[in-house]
Each structure stands twice: as structure tokens, then as C-alpha cells.
């Protein structure tokens, strides 16, 4: 069986991009059924919860929708190569969704401060903010310089930072944790932001190590 380990092709153990792809779906079908299904019911009493600051929370969902949904275009090779001009203009409205949903929402996570909200809230909310302006801010200048391969990177820990906002819903409603007290859902989003940078390191490691292929004691094996 020698001509084993020589008929053997490099192969991924899993394809990541579509992995992270369908929990990505997951999440927004998620979010969008458990936590956002009040937007089609005029009289869900939650409404009553965001009229005081309902219109700073519409520009601020507006574009952050446009973030979440449009960011997973900024990855695809395949459109990217075909469409350069489209990834263009996607990325702009990328870069223009995070500077107006990163601000509003830690403006709106304040303003809930005067309704009952702890200050440790609005300083987590701040943070967030923060990370997500400064991770867009650092590739939006990589790509003025030409730089590609860096503003890939900070692209990647932009939208991990974006995700902060599915996840901490997720992990709340999946673990019933949003039932509990306020410092409850301030210690989700904490926990996301420190692990988001670092998730989207492990993924960019992972597509810098390449497929993965069988060699050493597998194709030795193989070969007897």
C-alpha cells in the first residue's frame, strides 16, 4: 500500500468559514425571533420600555443591522475577487454602521442609567463601543495604505467585536440568564468582549496554519 500516503491530497478537517457561517445564522435567527420580535407587534409591552429613547434606538438598530448582515460579505474571497467595486461600497457602509451603532449604543445603554441601569453598565457599553470603533478605525486605515493583509486581520477582530451583540443575547436566553438581575447580563458582555479579540486571533491562526494533511506516523501507516 505505498501508493497510499502518495495518493493523499491535502484536506480540511472542517471547513471553519461555513462552520462560523451557520452559527453566525443561528445567532441572527435566534436574536431576531427571542429578542427582536417585538419590532412586528405594536403593542408588546416592550415598546413602553424604549419610548423614552425609541428614536436614538432606531438609527442605532438600523446600523448595526447593516453591520451584522453585511459584514459576512467582507470575507468571501469569491466575491471579493469578482466584485471588487461591491466590496467596496459594502465596506464603506460596514465602517459607516459601526461608527453610528457603536456611539448611539453606548449613548442609549446611558440613557437607561437614569431608568435604573447600573453605571458598570454603561462603562462595559462604553468599552464596547470603544473596541468595535477602534478595531474598524485600524483597518479602515490599513486599507488607505494598501495594506490588504492587515485590514483582513483588523476586519476580523472588528466583526468579532460586532458579534458581542448576538452572543451576549444568545448566551442569555439559551442559559436563561436574562431572567436574572441586571449584573447578570453585564457580566455576558464582559465575558464576550474579553474573549472576542482573542476568538478572532484563534481564527486567523487557524487560516494561517493552513488545511490540514496526514503526514508523519499517519502516512507511514499508511504506506505498510
Request: charge should be positive; aromatic fraction near 12%; glycine fraction near 8%.
Amino acid at each position: 500500500m505505498s501508493t497510499f500516503a502518495a495518493g493523499i491530497k491535502p484536506f480540511p478537517l472542517v471547513r471553519a468559514k461555513y462552520l462560523l457561517f451557520a452559527i453566525l445564522a443561528f445567532m441572527l435567527v435566534y436574536v431576531a425571533v427571542h429578542d427582536e420580535s417585538f419590532l412586528v407587534h405594536p403593542k408588546d409591552p416592550m415598546w413602553q420600555h424604549y419610548e423614552p429613547f425609541k428614536w436614538w434606538l432606531l438609527p442605532h438598530g438600523i446600523a448595526g443591522a447593516c453591520a451584522l448582515l453585511l459584514g459576512p460579505m467582507q470575507f468571501s474571497d469569491r466575491l471579493r475577487d469578482r466584485f471588487r467595486r461591491l466590496h467596496r461600497v459594502v465596506g464603506r457602509i460596514y465602517v459607516a454602521g459601526v461608527f453610528v451603532a457603536a456611539p448611539l449604543g453606548f449613548y442609549i445603554q446611558h440613557f437607561e442609567e437614569r431608568m435604573g441601569d447600573p453605571r458598570s453598565f454603561s462603562i462595559a457599553a462604553a468599552a464596547d463601543a470603544a473596541l468595535w470603533m477602534i478595531t474598524t478605525g485600524i483597518a479602515m486605515v490599513f486599507i488607505l495604505k494598501g495594506k490588504v493583509q492587515e485590514h483582513r486581520q483588523w476586519m476580523t477582530r472588528s466583526f468579532a467585536v460586532a458579534l458581542v451583540f448576538l452572543e451576549v443575547r444568545v448566551i442569555g436566553g439559551v442559559g436563561g440568564w436574562e431572567n436574572l438581575d441586571v449584573h447578570a447580563n453585564e457580566t455576558i458582555v464582559w465575558v464576550c468582549l474579553a474573549l472576542s479579540i482573542l476568538l478572532a486571533d484563534l481564527v486567523l491562526q487557524w487560516q494561517q496554519q493552513g488545511p490540514f494533511t496526514l503526514s508523519g506516523s499517519a502516512a507511514r501507516a499508511g504506506s505498510s
